[in-house]
Nanobody, 115 residues
Framework: QVQLVESGGGLVQPGGSLRLSCTAS????????VGWYRRAPGKQREMVAF???????NYASSVRGRFAITRDNAKNSVYLQMNSLKPEDTAVYYC?????????WGQGTQVTVSS
C-alpha cells in the first residue's frame, strides 16, 4: 500500500507562485507514474500534470508554460511548481500515483488564487 501526502497549498495573489509537494510512503516510488489533478468548485476533476516513472511529462493545455512537474526518487517526492497563477487555478489539488492496476490518491491540498 502506498500513502501519498500533499503539502504546499495556500492563498496566493494572481501572478504569484506556489510549489506543491507529494511524498509517498514505501519503497516502490521510482516505479510509480505520478500526476497532479485538481477539482475546482462546481467542476469535474481534471489532470494538471503527469510524469511517468521514466520521466515522460504531460501537461494540461491550461497550465502548459506556467506549471512544471518534477520528481525526486531519492526523496519519494513529486513537485508541482506553479507560476503566474490565475484565479481559475483555484482548486483542491490532488496527487495520484499508479502502478499497473493500482491507483493511489492523496487527501488533497487547497490552492486559492485571489487578491
Amino acid at each position: 500500500q502506498v500513502q501519498l501526502v500533499e503539502s504546499g497549498g495556500g492563498l496566493v495573489q494572481p501572478g504569484g507562485s506556489l510549489r506543491l509537494s507529494c511524498t509517498a510512503s514505501g519503497n516502490i516510488f521510482s516505479t510509480l507514474a505520478v500526476g497532479w489533478y485538481r477539482r475546482a468548485p462546481g467542476k469535474q476533476r481534471e489532470m494538471v500534470a503527469f510524469i511517468t516513472s521514466g520521466g515522460l511529462i504531460n501537461y494540461a493545455s491550461s497550465v502548459r508554460g506556467r506549471f512544471a512537474i518534477t520528481r525526486d526518487n531519492a526523496k519519494n517526492s513529486v513537485y508541482l511548481q506553479m507560476n503566474s497563477l490565475k484565479p481559475e487555478d483555484t482548486a483542491v489539488y490532488y496527487c495520484r500515483a499508479t502502478r499497473g492496476y493500482n491507483v493511489y490518491w492523496g487527501q488533497g491540498t487547497q490552492v486559492t488564487v485571489s487578491s
